[in-house]
C-alpha cells in the first residue's frame, strides 16, 4: 500500500492516484474527553461556520479579552480583509496578564530545558508577567515605539518568547529572523522591514557546539544601518565585542527597566509582526500579521486541534524563528494559559534519545513535530524510543509537509503507543494559522492526509479556470473565503500580495499547494506547483538560492530543483555552468565544495546544495525559461524522458546527458 510520496515533483504529483485506505477512528475514551465528540458533532459545527463564518468567529473573539468591543466582524474587499473592525486588544495581555492575575498565576507557562544537561526552568505565569513587563518596559526606555519593527536573531531561550511577547506588549512589530541564517540574509531582512533594533544573544548551544550569534548580527549590521540598538541576552557567556552607545546587555537593561508596563491598546487590524518566507522570486517576503484576527484564530485552532486541557505538558518541537513557532509555540497555547515546553537543542545531541528521554522526564502529554524529524526518528532506530516510558503522550501532531503513511504509521505506533490520535495540519506562513487538520476526538485520521477544514475555513481543490475538480483528481488547493489569521499583505508590497495570493484562480486565495480531494472530502496535499522546494519543511525559493549562486564570480547561470529525500523531503540539486576559464582550469571537486560554502555563507545552512552539478549549458525554452521540469527529472531519475517540444536547443539535452554519464 502507498500513497502519492511527499517527495514526488508537484508535476508527478497532480497526476498521482495512488491510494491510502486506512481509517482511525478516535477511541471512545479520547472522544469522551474531548471539545468535540464525535463526527456528527463536528459537521454540524461546521455546517454552522460555513453558514455564518462572522458569527462563529465573532463568537471565538469573545474569549480572549479586548479592551474596546469591535463593531463589525468582517470588511471583505478582495483582497483586502480587515477582522474585528475597530476592536482593540494587546496578544500579550491575553497571552500573559489574564492568566497572571488569574486562577493560573503559578502554573508554569514555559518549561524550559537547555542542551547543556541538566538545565531546567520552570517560568510560572507570575513570573512570565513580571519578565515580559521589564523587557517591555527596556525596549520602552530604547525609544522603541508602537509601529517600529524589532528583528529577533536569537536561539530557543525563554528570552526569546518573553521579546516577541514584549514586542506585542509595547505594540512594535517584531521580525524573527531564524537563527540559521547567515549575516547577509539578516540584513535583507532587517533593511526590508528597516528594524530599529535586534535582539540577540551571545551565542547559543546546537549539538555541543557555540552558534555565535551575536557576531553574525554584528556584520549584518554593517549592511543594516537602520538599527539604532541592539540588546544582547548572555546565553554561553562567551566574550563577545559590545559597541558603546549601540550594544546593551538585556539583564542590565531589564534590571534598569520600569517594573510595570501597561499593555498598549492595539487595534485588531494593527501589525502584530512580519515573517519573511520564500517564494517564487529571489527575495523572500515579509508577510504581515495583525492581531485580532491573529490571535483569534491561533487561540481557537489551539483550544481545538490540539483539544488542550487545563493540565496538558504541550511541547511543539519548531523554532519559533518559523510560523509554527510564532503560532503553536507562542501565540496560541499562552493565549489559552497552557504549559508550554521548549527544548534548545537537536533531537540527537547529546544521544538519539534526547526527545523521548524529556517526555519521559517532564511527562508531556502533547507532542507536535514535523515529518522529517519522523522520517529521522524512524531512521535512528527503535531501540532509542524503546528506551523510555512515553505513557503520558495522549495526543501527537505533525506539520509542514505531506507525511507518508510509513511515517504516519510509525508514529502511531511507536510514539502513540496505538492510542494517540495524530493531527496533521495543513497549514503556512501566510494562513498564520491551521486550516486543514482533524479535530482528534471526532475526525476519523487517514494516514498522509490532512483531513478535513477547520471550523470556518472554505478549501477547495480547483482547476485554472476556478472550477472545482472531480473528487479523486488533482488540481490547486484555494481557500474560498477570507479567514481571521491570513497574512494582510506582503510589507512594503501590496502589488505583490494581491499578485501572489489573489490573482491566479478567481475570486479565491491560491495557495500554491497541488491537493486531491477523496470521496470523503478529505484532503490530501501533493506539494508546491509552483518554485518552491520543501527541504526538512522549510521552503525554500529556487530562485534564492539560484541568486545566491549566481552572485559567485565563477558562475555564470545556475538553476537550482528539488529531489526526492527520504529524509528531507527533498534536497536541493544545483545545476551551474561556470565562466570559461574556470571551466577548463579548475578542480571541479573543490569547486563544488566552495559553492557549497558560498550558498550557506549566502543565505545559511538550510540552503546548502546537497549536489552541485556542472553542465556547459541549461535547457531553456524558445522564451528563454530554464526548464526546471527536465533538470527535476534528471535529477531524481538520472535521464530525461519528459515533453522536451519546446526546447530551444536540442544539444542542450545531449550534454546533459554526457555530464550525467561523466
Ligand atoms: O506545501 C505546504 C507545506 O508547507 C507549506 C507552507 O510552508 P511554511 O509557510 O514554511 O509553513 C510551514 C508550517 C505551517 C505549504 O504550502 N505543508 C505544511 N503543512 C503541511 C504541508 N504539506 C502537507 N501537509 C501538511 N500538513
Known amino acids: 500500500m502507498s500513497q502519492a510520496s511527499p517527495t514526488e515533483s508537484p508535476d508527478q504529483n497532480l497526476q498521482s492516484s495512488l491510494r491510502e485506505n486506512r481509517i482511525f477512528t478516535p477511541s471512545a475514551a479520547f472522544a469522551a474527553e474531548a471539545h468535540v465528540k464525535s463526527f456528527a458533532e463536528y459537521q454540524q459545527k461546521y455546517a454552522h461556520s460555513i453558514a455564518d463564518p462572522e458569527a462563529f468567529w465573532a463568537e471565538a473573539a469573545?474569549?480572549?479579552?479586548?479592551?474596546?468591543?469591535?463593531t463589525r466582524v468582517l470588511d471583505w474587499k478582495l483582497p483586502e480583509a480587515k477582522w474585528f473592525v475597530d476592536g482593540k486588544l494587546n496578544l500579550c495581555h491575553n497571552c500573559v496578564d489574564r492568566h497572571a492575575l488569574g486562577a493560573r498565576a503559578e502554573k508554569t507557562a514555559l518549561l524550559w530545558v537547555g542542551e547543556p544537561a541538566d538545565e531546567v526552568r520552570r517560568i510560572s505565569y507570575r513570573e512570565l508577567h513580571e519578565q515580559v513587563q521589564r523587557a517591555a518596559s527596556g525596549l520602552r526606555s530604547l525609544g522603541i515605539q508602537k509601529g517600529d519593527r524589532v528583528a529577533i536573531y536569537m536561539g530557543m531561550t525563554p528570552e526569546l518568547a518573553i521579546a516577541l511577547l514584549a514586542c506585542a506588549r509595547i505594540g512594535a512589530v517584531h521580525s524573527v529572523i531564524f537563527g540559521g541564517f547567515a549575516a547577509s540574509a539578516i540584513a535583507d531582512r532587517v533593511n526590508d522591514a528597516q528594524c530599529v533594533a535586534i535582539l540577540t544573544q551571545d551565542g547559543s548551544w546546537r549539538r555541543g557546539n557555540e552558534i555565535p550569534l551575536k557576531t553574525t548580527v554584528d556584520q549584518a549590521l554593517e549592511q543594516a544601518p537602520s538599527v539604532k540598538h541592539v540588546v544582547v541576552l548572555r546565553r554561553t557567556g562567551s566574550a563577545i565585542p559590545m559597541q558603546a552607545g549601540r550594544d546593551h546587555w538585556w539583564h542590565e537593561l531589564l534590571a534598569a527597566a520600569q517594573p510595570v508596563c501597561a499593555a498598549e491598546p492595539m487595534d485588531?487590524?494593527?501589525?502584530?509582526?512580519?515573517?519573511?518566507?520564500?517564494?517564487t522570486t529571489g527575495k523572500p517576503k515579509g508577510l504581515v500579521h495583525t492581531t485580532g484576527g491573529y490571535g483569534v484564530q491561533t487561540y481557537l485552532t489551539t483550544k481545538y486541534i490540539f483539544d488542550l486541557r487545563e493540565d496538558d505538558v504541550y511541547w511543539c518541537t519548531a523554532d519559533i524563528g518559523w510560523v509554527t513557532g510564532h503560532s503553536y509555540v507562542v501565540y496560541?497555547?499562552?493565549a489559552n494559559g497552557a504549559t508550554v515546553m521548549m527544548y534548545e537543542g537537536a533531537p540527537n545531541y547529546p544521544n538519539f534519545s534526547r526527545f523521548w528521554q524529556l517526555i519521559e522526564e517532564h511527562k508531556v502529554t502533547i507532542f507536535y513535530t514535523a515529518p522529517t524529524a519522523i522520517r529521522a526518528f524512524m531512521q535512528w532506530g527503535n531501540e532509542h524510543v524503546e528506551r523510555h516510558d512515553l505513557s503520558s503522550l495522549r495526543l501527537l501532531g505533525t506539520v509542514g509537509e505531506p507525511i507518508n503513511p510509513e511515517a504516519w504509521m510509525w508514529y502511531r505506533e511507536k510514539i502513540g503507543g496505538g492510542r494517540c490520535p495524530i493531527v496533521d495540519t495543513w497549514w503556512q506562513t501566510e494562513t498564520g494559522g491551521i486550516m486543514v487538520a482533524p479535530v482528534p476526538g471526532a475526525v476519523p485520521a487517514k494516514p498522509g492526509s490532512a483531513t478535513l477544514p477547520f471550523f470556518g475555513i472554505e478549501p477547495d481543490v480547483v482547476d485554472r479556470s476556478g472550477k472545482t475538480v472531480p473528487a479523486g483528481s488533482g488540481g490547486l488547493l484555494v481557500v474560498r473565503r477570507p479567514w481571521p489569521s491570513m497574512a494582510r499583505t506582503v510589507y512594503g508590497d501590496?502589488?505583490?500580495?494581491?499578485?501572489t495570493y489573489w490573482s491566479d484562480v478567481p475570486g479565491c486565495y491560491f495557495t500554491g499547494d497541488g491537493a486531491?480531494?477523496?470521496?470523503d472530502g478529505y484532503l490530501w496535499l501533493m506539494g508546491r506547483v509552483d518554485d518552491v522546494i520543501n527541504v526538512s519543511g522549510h521552503r525554500l525559493g529556487t530562485m534564492e538560492v539560484e541568486s545566491a549562486l549566481v552572485a559567485h564570480p565563477k558562475v555564470?547561470?545556475?538553476a537550482v530543483v528539488g529531489r526526492p529525500d527520504e529524509l528531507k523531503g527533498q534536497a536541493i540539486v544545483a545545476?551551474?555552468?561556470?565562466?570559461?576559464?574556470t571551466a577548463v582550469s579548475e578542480s571541479l571537486d573543490a569547486l563544488k565544495d566552495e559553492l557549497k560554502r558560498w550558498v550557506t555563507k549566502e543565505i545559511g545552512a538550510l540552503a546548502r546544495p546537497e549536489e552541485i552539478r556542472f553542465t556547459q549549458v541549461l535547457p531553456k525554452t524558445r522564451s528563454g525559461k530554464i526548464m526546471r521540469r527536465l533538470l527535476r527529472e534528471l535529477a531524481t531519475t538520472g535521464h530525461i524522458s519528459g515533453d522536451t517540444t519546446t526546447l530551444e536547443d536540442f544539444s542542450a539535452l545531449a550534454?546533459?546527458?554526457e555530464n550525467e554519464e561523466s
Open 494 to 499: 501590496a502589488e505583490r500580495y494581491k499578485k
Open 516 to 519: 486531491r480531494r477523496d470521496a
Open 268 to 279: 485588531a487590524e494593527d501589525p502584530l509582526y512580519i515573517l519573511y518566507t520564500s517564494g
Open 556 to 558: 555564470t547561470e545556475a
Open 62 to 70: 469573545r474569549e480572549l479579552d479586548w479592551f474596546a468591543p469591535w
Open 332 to 334: 496560541g497555547p499562552l
Open 575 to 581: 545545476f551551474v555552468t561556470l565562466d570559461a576559464a
Open 655 to 657: 550534454k546533459l546527458r
